[in-house]
C-alpha cells in the first residue's frame, strides 16, 4: 500500500491439499507494487508423481503437461530469492505459505521469513455484501478478468488484481473507520491486519475530507439518509391492454409473452369492474400460474397501473426474505425502466433484521474473546459506510451467532438520549415506505402485521405471491412454547446477578445510584417470587395432566394433547399462582425501568464493563417477561380461537428430571384470514405456481377463507415441453419407504445412478433421521469413494443456503436435502440435472398436532385423508417435481422410490396432477441406470 513495499502475489497448485502428501504441480507469482502488476512468473513442475484425476479436472493440468517441467528443487532458489523481501499474498494465504514453506524444507532451503497477508478474510471485511469469496466468485461480483480459474498464472494475476481493488477500496474508506478496524482485536491469518494499519497509516498522512455521502455520529461513520422525493403519479396513464401497447411499453428491456399477457390483463379487468364485493374473502381473484411463464412481472405490471391511477397502495406478500428481495428488486429496477411513471418499492422487515447503532457502538467496546464476532465487527464497520437500510439480509456474514446478531439488533438502553437517536435504520423503512407504491413483505409479516398493513380509508390491494404456504406461515406464527424449565433457570440467573460479588456486578450499579438498595429488594422480592411461582404451575401441570399417563421407558420425549376445555379449568384453578406472577412480572419491569432510568442520569459514572453488564441485565429480564406473556397469550387463544387452537404439553426425561414444555396456537385457519387480514385490504390476489390439489378440490377455498363462488379462477398451461425436456421414472419394485432396509437400499440405489450418470443431483427427504442414515451408507460405499462425485447432506455438511450455494457453482454434486429443499429452490441448468424423490411426502402420523387435525375434520363428516393429508402431499409433490425444470432450455430426469405411488388408490391422484406432458414409465430399479443414460445422452436432440 506504501509506494515503495512489493507485494508477491503467490498461487500454487498441488497434487493434494497437505503438504505431507501433496507436492506442487504449478507456481505463479504476479508482482504488485503503488497498485499496479510490475511483473509475473510461471512455470510448470515436475511433482514426480502421478496427478490425481479430481486435481486433472480442476485444473486442467495432466501428468503429460508436467513432464518435461523443471523439478521443485530445479527452480526453488529462484522462487526463494523472488520472494525474499517481500510481503507474501494468498488467497488463502495459510494453505499456500505453509505449502511452498515444506517443499522448500524439503529441499533443504530455509523457510521464507516475510510478512504475509490473505485476500479471503480481506474481501470478506472489504466487501461484506458479496455473494462469496472464492477467488472466482469475487473476479465475477468486481468484474475482474479470470481467464482460467484453478490454474495457478491465471489465478495468481487474478489476485493480484484483486488486491489492487482491495487497496483501493481501503483508501476509499473514512480515516475514523480505518481507525475503528485498526483498533479492533482481530485475530487474522499470518500479519493480515497490517494491511488496515497501513491503510491508516496513509489516510493520516493525506488527510482526505469526509465523503460527501457520509457522516459520522459518535465516532461511526454511515451513509447519509434523506427523505425520498414524494412521488409523481401520472393518473391519465392507460393501461396497455393490446399487444402492441405493451410490445411498445417493453422495447428491449422485456420480451412479450403470450400467457402473461393474459394474467396481467384479467388482473387489470377484475380490478377495474364494479362486482368486486367488499366482504372478506370473496371477488378474490385467483391464478395458478406455472414456472417460467413470468408470473412476477405478470402481476406486478397491472397492479403498477391500478396503484398509479386509485393512489393505492399494493401489498405484496412472498413466502421467503429472498423471494422478497427479487420482488423489490424487480420493481425497483424492471418495472421502473419500462413504465412512464414513477414506481417504486420498499421491503418490510421486523426489527431483528435492522443493525441497531447504539448496541452495535457499544459492542466494539467489548472483546467477548470469539475472533469470529470481532471479525463480524470488522465487516459492519465497513458495511456501515455503503447501507442505507442497515438490513442484515444485505451482509453475507461468515460464522455469525444468532445471539450475538439479535444483541446487535436490540434497541440499546435510553435510546433518546443516544446520539444515535433519529438515525436507526429501523425506521428507515417506514419513511420510504410513504413514498411507495409497492410495500413487498414475507407471509410471516402479514400474518403478524396485516392490521398496521391495511387501511381504512383507502384499502390498499393485496397480492399473495406462492398463497399455498400462507396457511403455514400464519399456524407457525401463532403457535408459541413455554420452555418452563427454562424459565426458571432464568429467573435464578437474574437472582445471581443481582448477588454476585464478581465486577462488573448489577450490585456494584445499584450501589452507585439513587434509591439503589431499593431498587436491589425490589427486584430481588419479584424474582423469588416468581422462583416460587412458577414451579407451581409446573407442578400443578403435571398433576393435572401426565401423572397418570407416563411415557414408555423407551421414549426421551412424550407428547400429550390438552383438552381446550380442561386447559381452560386449569387457568382458573390456577388464578392466583397466575396473578401473583403477573404482579412479580410487572413489578419487575417497572423497577427495571427505574434502573435504567436512574442510570441513564448518572452520566459519566459507569464503566464500560458495567454498561455491558447492564444489557446483557435488561435482556435477561426482558426474555422472562416474555416468557410470562406466554401465559396470557395461552389463555387468550382460549378466549379469541376456541375452536380453531390447539394445546399440548411435552415432558422430556434426562437424568431423573423432568422437564415440561408447554405448547399452543392455532390448529387451522378456519376464518382466520376471513378475520384477521381481508378487512384490512381489497379483495385478494391469490397466485402461485402449485395452488390447486385436484381439480374439484376445495382444500385451496377452505385453507385461505375464499368464497368459491364469488371467485374468478385462471389456470394457465405449463410452458416448457415436459415431453422432450423431462423423464419421470417411478420404480415399481422398491421396498416399502417403512420397511427396515429402505435406507440401506436407497443409499446402494443412490451410489450405482450418480456414479453412472455424473450429473448434479438433488435427493428430497421428508426427515433428516434418514437422510443421516443414508448419508453414512453412501459416505462408507467404496465405488462411490472412487468417484469425483461429493455428498452434501442438509444440517450434517452445511446448511441450505450454504449448499445452494455450492451447487450454484460446482459439478458432481450428490445433495441430500430435507423439508426447505422441496420449494424455494432454482437450480437451472447444469445446477441441478437429476432428482430423486426418497419417498412421497406425506405429513408425519400420530403426531398431537396430525392427530387433531383429523379429529376436527373428523368432526365434519369428511375424511381426513382426503380433505388435508393427500392434498398436502400432492402440493409438496408438484413443489418438489417443480425444482427440476427452471427454463425453456433446461431438461433433467426424476426418479421416485415410493412404490405407492403405482400400487395405492391415491396414486392416480398425485400422477395427475403433475405436468400433463411430463412422460411417466414404471421400471424395476435394475433398469433406471440405462434409462438415465440414453436419456442424457440424447438431450441434446431437444436442444
Keep these: 500500500m506504501l509506494n515503495k513495499d512489493i507485494y508477491a502475489v503467490v498461487d500454487l497448485e498441488t497434487t493434494r491439499t497437505t503438504s505431507e502428501s501433496g507436492r506442487i504441480i504449478q507456481i505463479a507469482i504476479a508482482f ?55 510481503i507474501f499474498v494468498a488467497h488463502n494465504v495459510n494453505f499456500d505459505l505453509p505449502f511452498l514453506n515444506a517443499e522448500f524444507q524439503r529441499v533443504g532451503m530455509p523457510a521464507l521469513d516475510v510478512i504475509a497477508i490473505d485476500t479471503v478474510t480481506l474481501s470478506q471485511i472489504v466487501w461484506p455484501t458479496a455473494p462469496g469469496f472464492r477467488l472466482v466468485d469475487l473476479t465475477s461480483y468486481l468484474s475482474l478478468t479470470h481467464g482460467r480459474p484453478h490454474q495457478a498464472d491465471s489465478d495468481a494475476l487474478a489476485t ?21 478496524l485498526a483498533d479492533l482485536p482481530l485475530v487474522l491469518p499470518q500479519n493480515t491486519k497490517i494491511v488496515f494499519e497501513k491503510a491508516l497509516f496513509k489516510a493520516k498522512t493525506l488527510r482526505e475530507p469526509l465523503p460527501k455521502q457520509l457522516q459520522v455520529i459518535d465516532g461511526l461513520a454511515i451513509r447519509r439518509f434523506s427523505n425520498p422525493e414524494p412521488l409523481v403519479s401520472k393518473s391519465n396513464m392507460a393501461y396497455p391492454a393490446k399487444r402492441a401497447a405493451k410490445q411498445q411499453l417493453y422495447g428491449k428491456k422485456l420480451v412479450y409473452r403470450e400467457q402473461q399477457a393474459k394474467l396481467m390483463n384479467a388482473i387489470n379487468k377484475h380490478y377495474t369492474s364494479d362486482s368486486l364485493s367488499e366482504n372478506p374473502g370473496e371477488s378474490a381473484f385467483i391464478a395458478e400460474a406455472p414456472t417460467g411463464m413470468g408470473k412476477t412481472i405478470g402481476f406486478l405490471l397491472p397492479f403498477a397501473y391500478l396503484a398509479n391511477q386509485t393512489q393505492k397502495k399494493v401489498i405484496v406478500t412472498e413466502p421467503t426474505i429472498t423471494l422478497q428481495t427479487q420482488v423489490t428488486e424487480t420493481v425497483n429496477s424492471t418495472l421502473h425502466d419500462i413504465l412512464p411513471f414513477e414506481v417504486r ?19 466494539l467496546q467489548i472483546d467477548e474473546g470469539t475472533t469470529s464476532l470481532q471479525f463480524i465487527k470488522a ?30 439488533s436490540q434497541n440499546a438502553n435510553n435510546p433518546t438520549g443516544s446520539p444515535f437517536y433519529g438515525y436507526e435504520f429501523f425506521e428507515r423503512q417506514y419513511v420510504l415506505a410513504e413514498n411507495a407504491q409497492f410495500l413487498i413483505v414475507n407471509h410471516n409479516y402479514l400474518a403478524e402485521y396485516a392490521n398496521e398493513l391495511g387501511t381504512s380509508q383507502n384499502k390498499p390491494y393485496l397480492v399473495i405471491d406462492e398463497a399455498q404456504n400462507l396457511p403455514g406461515a400464519v399456524l407457525n406464527q401463532s403457535r408459541h412454547q413455554l420452555p418452563i424449565q427454562t424459565w426458571l433457570a432464568r429467573v435464578q440467573t437474574a437472582i445471581n446477578l443481582i448477588l454476585q460479588d464478581a465486577k462488573p456486578a448489577i450490585g456494584d450499579i445499584l450501589r452507585h445510584i439513587i434509591g439503589g438498595e431499593q431498587l436491589k429488594n425490589r427486584l430481588l422480592r419479584s424474582l423469588e417470587t416468581l422462583s416460587a411461582e412458577i414451579p407451581q404451575i409446573q407442578v400443578s401441570l403435571y398433576r393435572r395432566f401426565l401423572l397418570n399417563k407416563k411415557a414408555p421407558a423407551t421414549q426421551s420425549s412424550y407428547e400429550i394433547a390438552l383438552s381446550n376445555n380442561d386447559f381452560a379449568q386449569f387457568w382458573v384453578d390456577q388464578a392466583n399462582h397466575v396473578k401473583s406472577i403477573h404482579k412479580a412480572v410487572f413489578n419487575l419491569e417497572d423497577s427495571l425501568q427505574s434502573l435504567l432510568t436512574q442510570f441513564s442520569d448518572a452520566k459519566g459514572v459507569f464503566s464500560l464493563g458495567e454498561r455491558q453488564q447492564l444489557a446483557d441485565f435488561r435482556r435477561l429480564l426482558d426474555n422472562i417477561s416474555q416468557y410470562e406473556k406466554q401465559l396470557t397469550t395461552f389463555q387468550q387463544d382460549l378466549v379469541d380461537f376456541p375452536d380453531a387452537s390447539i394445546f399440548w404439553i411435552t415432558e422430556t426425561q434426562s437424568h431423573d428430571s423432568s422437564n415440561l414444555k408447554l405448547s399452543g396456537g392455532l390448529l387451522h385457519t378456519l376464518n382466520y384470514f376471513e378475520e384477521q387480514v381481508y378487512p384490512h385490504f381489497m379483495s385478494p390476489t391469490i397466485i402461485g405456481a402449485t395452488l390447486f390439489t385436484s381439480t374439484k378440490s376445495g382444500y385451496l377455498y377452505d385453507r385461505l377463507n375464499l368464497d368459491k363462488e364469488t371467485a374468478t379462477v385462471r389456470h394457465y398451461p405449463d410452458i416448457f415441453d415436459f415431453k422432450n425436456q423431462a423423464d419421470l421414472i417411478m420404480v415399481k419394485n422398491a421396498p416399502l419407504p417403512t420397511s427396515k432396509d429402505f435406507s440401506n437400499y436407497l443409499a446402494r440405489q443412490l451410489v450405482d445412478i450418480t456414479t453412472s450418470v455424473n450429473q448434479n443431483t438433488l435427493v428430497l427427504f421428508n426427515s433428516l433421521d434418514t437422510i443421516q442414515q443414508v448419508y453414512t451408507q453412501i459416505q462408507s460405499n467404496q465405488k462411490f469413494q472412487r468417484s469425483s462425485l461429493t455428498l452434501l447432506a442438509q444440517g450434517i455438511t452445511g446448511t441450505r443456503d450454504k449448499i445452494k450455494k455450492r451447487m450454484q457453482s460446482e459439478d458432481g454434486l450428490v445433495v441430500l436435502g430435507a423439508a426447505s429443499f422441496w420449494e424455494g429452490i432454482d437450480l437451472p441448468g447444469d445446477q441441478l440435472r437429476l432428482l430423486v424423490i426418497a419417498r412421497l411426502p406425506f405429513d408425519r402420523p400420530n403426531t398431537v398436532l396430525q392427530k387433531a387435525e383429523e379429529a376436527v375434520i373428523s ?63 414404471e421400471l424395476k430399479d435394475s433398469e433406471i441406470v440405462q434409462e438415465l443414460k440414453d436419456f442424457f445422452d440424447t438431450h441434446h436432440k431437444y436442444l
Design 32 to 86: 504488485v507494487q503503488n497498485n499496479k502488476i510490475i511483473n509475473q512468473f510461471s512455470t510448470l513442475i515436475n511433482p514426480h508423481e502421478s496427478i490425481p484425476r479430481n486435481v486433472v479436472q480442476l485444473t486442467g493440468i495432466d501428468s503429460e503437461m508436467v513432464m518435461g517441467a523443471p523439478a521443485f528443487e530445479d527452480v526453488a532458489e529462484s522462487i526463494h530469492t523472488m520472494l525474499s523481501g517481500t
Design 160 to 180: 493480484g488484481t484483486l488486491l489492487v481493488e482491495i487497496f483501493t477500496r481501503l483508501e476509499k474508506l473514512p480515516m475514523v473507520t480505518l481507525q475503528s
Design 345 to 363: 418499492a420498499v421491503s418490510l422487515k421486523g426489527r431483528r433484521q435492522y443493525l441497531n447503532l447504539q448496541s452495535f457502538k457499544r459492542s
Design 379 to 408: 465487516q459492519i464497520l465497513v458495511w456501515l459506510t455503503e447501507t442505507v437500510r442497515g438490513d442484515f439480509d444485505e451482509l453475507h456474514l461468515m460464522n455469525a451467532q444468532d445471539k450475538f446478531i439479535a444483541k446487535l
Design 859 to 921: 368432526s365434519e363428516g369428511k375424511h381426513p385423508f382426503y380433505q388435508s393429508t393427500l392434498p398436502k402431499a400432492v402440493l409438496r409433490l408438484r413443489q418438489g417435481i417443480g425444482r427440476l425444470i427452471r427454463t425453456p432450455t433446461d431438461y433433467g430426469a426424476v426418479i421416485i422410490y415410493d412404490a405407492r405411488i403405482l400400487t395405492k388408490s391415491y396414486g392416480k391422484t398425485l400422477r395427475k396432477m403433475l405436468p400433463s406432458n411430463l412422460p411417466q414409465k
